[in-house]
T-cell receptor, first 115, second 114 residues
């Protein structure tokens, strides 16, 4: 049981390049989330999904797109990377619907630098 | 004004000290209160969660919520070097469009030195 995994662990991009971050969970969780973490800002929600085939915007969605084609995977895309998107990206998932307090399990993070 | 404010520290204490970590919030709709611990270069993990005002204890950790003051605290007794981490408070509403979404504080960096 690997929990939540993220690929890649590190990446350096040039401004304008595109990339996709992959999140996978093997816990059969319904809900999945993408956050970014910046110094002094805590974790901020980018996009989230409440089930396969669904996505919704979070607090800071601009410049990002997401897809949830399979229940276990949640992809975060940057179409044209900007230096402001330099950050650590965390994926999380949670299981039980109907309980807002359900634990979110986090992946190990992806460190992205945009030059 | 941010919805959740947390002193980022850093906080450095000797082993065995009592540590107090705090968050204030402005949105009275928040009803669930959580503390996450994040070790360096790792993802956050849930430490404790509370719903109502009052105290909740789990071993050396006590979470305290004062809804009237919009103030939450995490106390660590007999702190250990292994407690060195960033501690993030996280709050969420009970439902509606905010369902399941957490609002995090900035995180407090704690170092416990032997």
């Amino acid at each position: 049981n690997a929990g939540v995994t993220q690929t890649p662990k590190f990446r350096v991009l040039k401004t304008g390049q595109s990339m996709t971050l992959l999140c996978a969970q093997d816990m059969n969780h319904e809900y999945m989330y993408w956050y970014r973490q910046d110094p002094g800002m805590g974790l901020r929600l980018i996009h989230y999904s409440v089930g396969e085939g669904t996505t919704a915007k979070g607090e800071v969605p601009d410049g990002y797109n997401v897809s949830r084609l399979k229940k276990q995977n949640f992809l975060l895309g940057l179409e044209s990377a900007a230096p402001s998107q330099t950050s650590v990206y965390f994926c999380a998932s949670s299981y039980i619907r109907g309980r807002v307090s359900d634990t979110q399990y986090f992946g190990p993070g992806t460190r992205l630098t945009v030059l | 004004q941010k919805e959740v404010e947390q002193d980022p520290g850093p906080l450095s204490v000797p082993e065995g000290a009592i540590v107090s970590l705090n968050c204030t919030y402005s949105n009275s709709a928040f009803q669930y209160f959580m503390w996450y611990r994040q070790y360096s270069r790792k993802g956050p993990e849930l430490l404790m969660y509370t719903y109502s005002s009052g105290n909740k204890e789990d071993g050396r950790f006590t979470a305290q919520v004062d809804k009237s003051s919009k103030y939450i605290s995490l106390f660590i007794r007999d702190s250990q070097p292994s407690d060195s981490a960033t501690y993030l408070c996280a709050l969420t509403n009970a439902g509606g469009t905010s369902y399941g979404k957490l609002t995090f504080g900035q995180g407090t960096i704690l170092t416990v030195h032997p």
